[in-house]
Structures are given as C-alpha cells and as structure tokens.
C-alpha cells in the first residue's frame, strides 16, 4: 500500500470534470437517500406519514418515535421496546469478539512462524469455513447446543460466532504476520524465548493495525447476523437484528412507520459508530490483509 | 552435564509442541462444527427425516423430490437472476466510481465512506429501509405524484414478476461501495509509470483504461466475483426483511427454501438436501480460489 496517494490521473477536459462530479454526486444521493429517509421519518408523527411526502422534512418534530421504539414497542408479545434486545448484543458480542480474535491472532502467530507439515492444508481447512453457506450446519447446529444444554441461551450464541469467526480472524492475522520478518521471532528462540514470551512482547506490540480490522469485522458480522439469531436464540436471548425483524414484520394493530424507522436506526447504530470512528483502518486493513489476489 | 542437556532437550521438544498445543483447539472446533457438521447433514439429506432428525437412509429420494419441487426451480431460477444481476451492477459500479474517484477528485476524502457505509449495516435494516422506499403506498412512487409527477408507476416489489429485481437494488445499495474500495485499492497499486508511457505513445483515456488499467486490475475483477457469488448464495437476511420471500413465493431463494423447509415445513431431508446443493455451489467457486491462493503464498 505504498502508493496510496497515486492517481492514474489521465488528463481529462473541463467538460469531463464536471461530468465525472456529476456522477460521483448522484451516487451519492443513491446512496444517502433511503437513510435519510429513514432518518428524516423517524422524527415524524405517524400522521404525516402516511398522508405526506416521505422526503419532506417534519412539519412537527418528534422524538416520541425513538422512545417508543428504543423502551415501548410491541416486539412479539411483549411491549418492551428494543432496549432488551439491545443488551442481549451487546453481551453476545464483546465476547464473541473478543475471544474470535484472540484465537485469530495465536492461531495466525502458528501458521506464520511455526509451519510445520501440512500447515497450509489446515490453514485451507479453516479458511473454506468463512464461505460455507451456514444453512449446511444449522440443524447440527442446533443439535449439538441442546447437547450442550446452551439452546436458546446467549453463550450458545457466543459459541455459534465464535466458532464461524475463527476462519475470519486466522486468515487476517496469518496474512499479516506473514510479512513480519521471521528472523526476529528466530532471533528471540535463540535468546531462549518461548512461544507465549515471543507472541507477547514481539507480535502483540505490532498486531494493532490487523487488530483493529478483526474486532471491526467481527463486531460487524455478528452484530448484523440475522441467521444464527433467529434459529438459535430463545426468548430470554434474542439478539437486536431479529427483533428489529419482529417489529417491522408486525403485523397487528397499525403499523408505526416512523417506530420502526427509529428501530431500524438503533440497530444500525453501533456499527454506523464503529464504521465512522474506525473505518478508515478497516478499509486500509482489509485491502493489505484479507482475501485479495 | 548429561542431566541439564536432556532437560533442555525436553524443553525444546515441549516448545516444539506448544505451537501445535495452540492451534488444536480451532483445529478441533472447525472440525467438529464446519466438517463434522457438514457430514451430518450430507447424511440427514440422504434419510427420511421429517420434524427431527432421522437416520433411515432413503438414497436418493429427498433429491429427487426437491428438483421436482416448483418451488425449489423458482428458488434456483431467482438465484440465478439475482446472482448474475448482483454480480454484474456491483462490479460495473464498483469500477466505475473506483475510476472516476480516481481522477484527482475534491472531496473524496467525503464521498469515499458515502459511498462504503451501507456496508456497515445490517441486511434487516436495509430491507427495512428499501422496503418502505419502494413502497408504492408512502416510498418513491408517492412522492413524485406528489411532486406532479401523476403517471409514474412503480409497483415492483408488490409484483410478482419484478419484486426479485427489488432485492438485486437493495443489495447493490449495500455492497456496490465495498466493491469501489477493492477496484479503488487496485487501481492505486498500479504503477503510474506505465500510464504516462502509454500516454507519451498517444494512447487514448479510454485505450489508456481498457487495454491497460483494466487488464492489471484482474486480481481485484477475481475477489470481487468471489465475493459477490458467495454473498450472493448465502443471502437469506435481505430477502426476509425486504419481501418475506413474497408476494406469494416469488423471491424464494435457496437460502429461504431451506430454512422453510427445514423448520416449519417439517421436511429436514429435504431442507438438507437443498443446502448440500448451497453448499456444492459455494465449494465449486471457492475451492479454485483458495487452491489458487494458498499455492501462491506458501
């Protein structure tokens, strides 16, 4: 990633310029116009909804939509808002995060500077795992966490993302690691470091970037899962994106338009915050590290 | 002396196998719940399973009854629209900003993460979004008749022709940015060199782009349709939340077949069976890939 700062830069007329900003500039309404939208109607009250302009902004501004969703809302049979489910994230998610990529990172410090025979086969095991359609494990799935006696619980959901995660954070850090020059790891063998001396004081120190890249794309995925959520959670441990689900698909009483509106914003808050705080490492990350040819 | 060299021999041996100590529980793991599960499954597809798991084993019958199912066919037929559609706008938008923002473009720096953070939403928040933006009633259509605009019509999502194509616009919305970025990385690790070469020899911007920047753009054509098709069979999220797989049954896909017919149709053989054939789709795009790139890197 050397060359970041180059452009191709041929050399293009006035006319062309203001074309190419044209462009550029209508993609940007395409991508910015169903958020606003989403935004601009969970401020509204029901009424001028249905009966107006959904572009237009509020002729009444309200935030009764966002409290209503965030603590009233009618989720399945009970009208206890999103906070609940919220929560029930929250927790599913830091340790699932946290212990995919600490698994990721050992597990890419051994392929990297450990090979033995064989490596590559295994690492190629666990890499075809990020790409396997998870309808082939659901019903395994759910077997094995009823033997386990996690069904329905969130450390069954904590087990199911981490175990999916693994392929995730392996491949980020074998990728990076493998450009770490390996003569210093030897270098530390022969001054009579051990495994865990070495990965401590020599890799963790430099695996910040790649760090970064897992706990993000991690978060992402198993925040935005809908799948494992809905076949694996129970009552007591819904996750947010199906209960957002539930809300919107709803299908008693009226439909509160600007409710789940405000709902579908909450759910994509932490990652909207994640992506807009970290996301520049993420991109710059997943380019120099992830699945590129 | 003989003593402390043999401790030192059990010590090197215990730190030879201290690496491999580490990565056997992963190991373990993606056996156990990636190919343990994979087997179970390949096997219920081939036994008489119907709300649980069963293990008579019935041959080839739950394969059979699936490709004799119409709705399996309308599954694989919406697949095949919207993979080859999801495919193709992603990548011809993914490129075509890529290239555009790489004209030495003011304020890239703000249209970068306008176009990247779709990506960072959830499929069930964009459903939900696209779902009442296409809504004939208050989305799109409303507003431009509200505008003056009488005559305009558009109904797809509440079509059963058209509501597949609904989800092919959602899905672009969503991924098309994060395809820019692997267009635009590439793009930036070309060698500018080579460009003003050809430029001094006269060639054209657009001979300039098609015979040279896109044929060293390659790797990143290759990810992209790595990506997208494997996204592409996998969509299940998107689907539930956009259309329910509605109106009537006319955006099945794969993905929603199997969960219906595994968990509230009560035919798990059959529910199998489909996802082998999810499975058998995925590993035939992947495993050239992955062969390809572990034999380069190692």
């Given at each position: 990633m050397a060359a970041v700062e180059q452009d191709t830069a041929v050399r293009t007329g006035a006319f062309t310029r203001t074309f190419i900003y044209l462009v550029l500039l209508l993609f940007a309404l395409f991508y910015l116009l169903p958020f606003f939208v989403m935004l601009v109607n969970s401020v509204k009250p029901l009424a001028e909804i249905t009966g107006g302009n959904m572009l237009a902004l509020p002729d009444v501004w309200t935030i009764q939509p966002w409290l209503s969703a965030w603590s009233t809302a009618q989720?399945?049979?009970?009208?206890?808002?999103?906070?609940?489910?919220?929560?029930?994230?929250l927790i599913m998610v830091v340790p699932a995060v946290a212990i995919s990529t600490v698994l990721g990172a050992l597990n890419g410090f051994v392929l990297t500077k450990w090979r033995f025979r064989g490596d590559t086969i295994l690492f190629g095991l666990i890499l075809f795992s990020c790409f396997i359609p998870f309808q082939i494990v659901l019903i395994p799935m759910?077997?094995?966490?009823?033997?386990?006696?996690?069904?329905?619980?969130?450390?069954?959901?904590?087990?199911?993302?981490?175990?999916y995660g693994l392929g995730f954070t392996t491949l980020y850090f074998r990728n990076y690691y493998a450009s770490f020059p390996t003569e210093l790891v030897r270098a530390a063998m022969?001054?009579?470091?051990?495994?865990?001396?070495?990965?401590?004081?020599?890799?963790?120190?430099?695996?910040?970037?790649?760090?970064?890249?897992s706990v993000i794309w991690q978060f992402t995925n198993i925040w935005n899962d809908f799948l494992f959520g809905a076949s694996f959670s129970g009552s007591g441990s819904t996750p947010m994106t199906v209960a957002l689900n539930n809300l919107v698909q709803?299908?008693?009483?009226?439909?509160?338009?600007?409710?789940?509106?405000?709902?579908?914003?909450?759910a994509a808050l932490p990652t909207l915050v994640v992506y807009i705080v970290a996301g520049r490492f993420f991109v710059r990350g997943l380019m120099a590290g992830s699945v590129k040819g | 002396m003989a003593h402390s060299a043999s401790q030192v021999d059990f010590r090197t041996r215990l730190q030879d196998w201290i690496p491999k100590l580490v990565l056997s529980p992963s190991l373990a793991v993606v056996m156990v719940f990636v190919y343990g599960f994979i087997i179970y499954t390949v096997y219920l597809s081939f036994t008489d399973s119907k709300m649980l798991p069963s293990y008579d084993l019935v041959g080839f019958e739950n394969y059979a009854k699936?490709?004799?199912?119409?709705?399996?066919?309308?599954?694989i037929a919406n697949l095949a629209i919207f993979a080859s559609l999801y495919i193709?706008?992603?990548t011809t938008i993914g490129l075509t900003l890529a290239i555009l923002l790489d004209q030495k473009i003011r304020g890239e720096g703000v249209l970068r993460p306008i176009y990247l953070y779709p990506m960072a939403l959830s499929f069930i928040v964009t459903g939900t979004a696209w779902k009442w933006f296409l809504d004939p009633g208050i989305g799109i259509e409303n507003t431009l008749h509200l505008w003056g605009w009488e005559s305009f019509h558009f109904g797809w999502i509440k079509d059963r022709d058209m509501a597949i194509y609904?989800?092919?616009i959602a899905a672009v919305w969503q991924t098309s940015g994060f395809v820019?970025?692997?267009?635009?990385?590439?793009?930036?690790?070309?060698?500018?060199?080579i460009l003003k070469a050809a430029q001094i020899d006269g060639a054209s911007n657009w001979n300039l782009y098609r015979r040279i920047v896109i044929p060293l753009l390659r790797p990143a054509f290759l990810s992209a349709f790595v990506i997208l098709s494997h996204l592409a069979v996998k969509s299940y999220d998107l689907v539930i939340a956009l259309t329910g797989g509605g109106p009537g049954r006319a955006t099945e896909l794969p993905a929603t077949f199997m969960y219906s017919y595994t968990f509230t149709r009560n035919s798990m053989g059959i529910g199998s069976a489909s996802a082998v054939i999810m499975l058998m789709t995925i590993a035939a795009i992947m495993t050239p890939y992955l062969y390809a790139e572990l034999r380069e890197k190692s």
């Open positions: 989720i399945g049979v009970e009208p206890t808002g999103l906070r609940p489910y919220f929560i029930n994230s759910a077997r094995m966490l009823g033997i386990l006696g996690l069904a329905g619980s969130l450390p069954g959901l904590i087990l199911v993302h981490v175990v022969i001054d009579g470091a051990g495994f865990f001396r070495i990965f401590w004081r020599i890799m963790l120190p430099v695996s910040g970037p790649i760090a970064v890249v709803s299908s008693t009483g009226v439909k509160e338009y600007n409710v789940h509106f405000a709902g579908a914003i909450l | 699936l490709w004799a199912l119409p709705a399996w066919w309308t599954a193709l706008i992603c609904t989800i092919v820019m970025a692997m267009f635009l990385a590439g793009l930036r690790g070309i060698d500018n060199e």
